[in-house]
DNA sequence: GACAAATGATACCATTATGGTATCATTAAT
DNA sequence: ATTAATGATACCATAATGGTATCATTTGTC
């Protein structure tokens, strides 16, 4: 079970390195250059990154990314929507006519539970958050 | 994102039916009337838990499955281990060359805290304490 | 002993998600 | 005009998930 999957996770490097550059925009072979993600892949998350208003883009010669928001107000919850869908720990298989056995669903409430906490914990997590003291 | 996968909730299902039920042993015909779970497939995973010692079973004419354990010692957890394989959140795709941007891979360190407080609450689910008040 | 009713073992299959590639069009600086 | 970048989009390979099918074996019942 991955929390996060390889989009999202390049996609958090991606923008770690972007938020840290002193570069007006990065391109896709400075990021290539530093970071080893497939070229074409990383182009990929980048253009979902830039529709999805978390990155702007310049193209043209000397064109590039540069993020769209403060990397504060970046959320790893964000990220997650984008390329995971939204955060369900709990989805019952027999929708809503949930549980044959027990009316009021005790295993969905633990999970609930559970669903609520790592919610509450990606949601404090930023792109600010994970650039450490760089 | 799946917390647990169909295999695992129609084993808890199909353990809690067992573990309710006054029979002495309880055969597939007896699940499928009383669970909606295609038949050969729920074979399958019950014999699954046979082999791994979640379930004892009786073959020929009157067999069928009974608890191996008492149901306080069947752990949600145990049941992950063997359809989903041991719990991770946490598998860093740039195995041991962790996170080229920071030597403190300040996300895994985000996500392991996650996980700890996930496995804690999965194991503290056990098959009675889902049984209710039946 | 024959038959029926159950599990044991195992091979197979369809669909979907994930991770990734390739190609052509468009924009803009030189 | 050329070059170096992104935009858009179609395609593909692999693995995981969810499920089926088949034959062998065991055991209770008549």
Chains 1, 2 share one sequence.
Do not use: W
């Not at 080893?36 to 990154?49: A, D, H, S």
């Amino acid at each position: 079970m991955k929390l996060i999957t390889r989009y999202t996770d390049y996609a958090i490097r991606a923008l770690c390195f972007i938020a840290k550059s002193d570069k007006e925009v990065v391109s896709v072979p400075d990021l290539v250059a530093s970071l080893k993600i497939p070229r074409p892949f990383l182009r990929k998350i980048l253009q979902v990154l830039n529709t999805q208003g978390i990155l702007s883009s310049c193209k043209g010669q000397g064109g590039g990314f540069s993020l769209a928001r403060k990397p504060e107000k970046i959320f790893l919850m964000d990220l997650m929507n984008i390329f995971q869908g939204p955060f369900k720990l709990n989805e019952c298989f027999f929708k809503m006519k949930c549980c044959p056995n027990t009316k009021t669903c005790l295993l969905r409430k633990r999970i609930s539970r559970i669903e609520q906490y790592v919610i509450a914990q990606l949601q404090s997590i930023t792109i600010a958050s994970l650039l450490g003291s760089g």
